[in-house]
């Protein structure tokens, strides 16, 4: 007769065999069985992994707490296909349906009860299951509409001074340029040559240095932050904001230039390479702003342990900060 529990050693294992172990062994069990698992730190990340993925479907109790051993187990209490399908197929259908209308509603049920880290490690289980990260990063404006409508606007009652604190600082400024330059866009669109828009150029100017400059705010997501979400479970979310990064870096650099040398471009030139270089910017660096506010950030918080955020701050610290650094 086949054991009701089974074991499992993390502690002498590379860490990157370790999610297939676990979720092999779990794939294993039948309705009833246990899993034991015996690790060398605090599993909070794959507890939400199993609340996003499982949620009703397991019993997770400890044993034991740290410090340095954490003995827990997993029952598994139902075989039931759980709510990543659900989401799955609701990401084909936004992909293919014609009448997203429909789909809005029967969306927003689904995505009501998931919190942003819930949402999120559902996507990366989603990419590791074929859907690629161009694809995902593809879903339609009604997909972070939903997002939006039904995520709303999380609490984590940071302190000034909190790396994540800062980061959101930073993208209020970031955001109140966003607006001055769609102001300024459209002052320029109503006339015909330089000599008649010098004001108008030197914000411009003023506007993408400042954006240029969020470099280090990038820097600060990708050599502090992101590694740290990647070393506690949380790979897929970080790649696609880098990806996102490269995107909107290089179109700000290049919004920069056009503004620095538009003696070098006929007027009409500089008009239309402004405005599709500022109407990309417009649309996707708010929703990229959003997306880490809303999903990134709060996974962040309840994925890293709170011991690991004043290293977090020194080697943010050490890369520095934007030249509009808020007050902290």
Known sequence: MKEATKTLDLRNMPPFERHSRIFDMWGSLKEGETLKITNDHEPKPLYYQFEAEYKGLFEWNYEKQGPEDWIFTIKKISDKIDRKQEIKNLIKQLKTEGDVSRLKEEAKAILKNISPTDLGIIEQEIIKEGTTREEMRKLCDVHLEIMKDSLGKPQMNLKPGHPIYTLMEEHKIILDFIKKL????KKINVVKSFDKISGELKMLEHIAMHLVEADKHHQREEKVLFPMLERFGIIEPPEIMREEHEELKSRKKELYKTVKEYKKIPYLEFIRKVNELAEYLI?????????????????????????????????????GYCCFMPET
């Open 182 to 185: 769609k102001e300024t866009v």
């Open 283 to 319: 649309k996707e660096l708010p929703n990229h702003i959003y997306k880490e506010d809303n999903v990134l950030y709060p996974m962040a918080i309840q994925a890293i342990p709170k011991k690991e955020w004043q290293e977090i701050k020194k080697k943010c610290d050490k890369i």
